[in-house]
Nanobody
Framework: QVQLVESGGGLVQAGGSLRLSCAAS????????TGWFRQAPGKEREFVAA?????????YYTDSVKDRFTISRDNAKNTVHLQMNSLKPEDTAVYYC???????????????????WGRGTQVTVSS
């Protein structure tokens, strides 16, 4: 069993930055794909970014965050980070960390891929 806890959310002005963290307990992230998803009020939860274990740490992003967000992994601390720069009001959402035993990368963007979820952390970007 894997427990995931997100941190680092908050209120920031447009153009600012935040760094989210996802700490795992119960086991390490070895052999797991880890993803970040977000859900804005009244909208469905959507894929943001993922980092693979199987493919040597290759990263994947949704188009709207490419060149602004960076997902990374700290194996020593068993933590995955999401560095968010140049934030926009449309980035406002609850951000969730998720993990699953690593598999075909074509599944990374699907919510159904992930077996373990954190409770989320609120990110609010003011204009």
């Amino acid at each position: 069993q894997v427990q995931l806890v997100e941190s680092g959310g908050g209120l920031v002005q447009a153009g600012g930055s935040l760094r989210l963290s996802c700490a795992a307990s119960g086991r390490t992230f070895n052999n797991y794909v880890t993803g970040w998803f977000r859900q804005a009020p009244g909208k469905e939860r959507e894929f943001v970014a993922a980092i693979s274990w199987r493919i040597g740490g290759r990263t994947y992003y949704t188009d709207s965050v490419k060149d602004r967000f960076t997902i990374s992994r700290d194996n020593a601390k068993n933590t995955v980070h999401l560095q968010m720069n140049s934030l926009k009001p449309e980035d406002t959402a609850v951000y969730y960390c998720a993990a699953a035993a690593d598999r075909y990368s074509g599944t990374y963007r699907s919510l159904r891929t992930y077996d373990y979820w954190g409770r989320g952390t609120q990110v609010t970007v003011s204009s």
